[in-house]
């Protein structure tokens, strides 16, 4: 392997572990590591689409956002499927499937709320920093199920 496949290779491995950093922070609810997977002094141009949201812009907004979701969520687990990197210069973009369960705030007697699972389809845009690869963008868009399309054909028009 030459230099420039193994520098390429080590950049797409340090991407993949700021991919994984950032959603492990979101499931142990660490606020303060998931703000540091974030670009910094980016205040305007970071941008956050969670599904079903309008498109947040700008860091404070994108983590009050994250804040938000952590204090109304018990639980959350990521699964990431159809994880793809692709990289140019010092800009990587990664899709992946994320396969979410997560529970909310418990029932009566319970001990976790009713869990809830969901399939999102994301996009995670990173810029290389002198600190790594950080966070500029996410893009979630949730994945209409089969069961999904079919409630919509049995309604009425």
């Not at 159809?82 to 029932?107: F, K, R, W, Y």
Request: aromatic share 8%; charged share 20%; net charge negative.
């Amino acid at each position: 392997m030459n230099e420039e496949h193994a520098q390429a290779a080590a950049d797409i491995a340090e991407v993949e572990a700021a991919n994984t950093a950032f959603y492990e922070a979101l499931e142990r609810g660490d606020h303060e590591t998931l703000s540091e997977s974030w670009l910094p002094g980016e205040d305007l141009t970071v941008s956050c689409v969670h599904p079903g949201w309008p498109v947040l812009t700008g860091r404070g907004e994108v983590l009050r956002s994250y804040a938000l979701i952590m204090a109304n969520t018990e639980y959350i687990q990521f699964f990431l499927t159809d994880v793809n990197i692709a990289m140019t210069g010092d800009t990587a973009l990664v899709t992946c499937t994320e396969n979410i369960l997560s529970g909310g705030p418990a029932e009566e007697g319970n001990a976790l709320g009713p869990l809830v699972g969901q399939l999102v389809v994301a996009t995670n845009v990173f810029r290389r920093t002198p600190d790594g690869w950080k966070l500029w963008s996410h893009h979630g868009s949730p994945v209409l199920t089969e069961s999904d399309e079919d409630d919509d054909e049995e309604s009425p028009s």
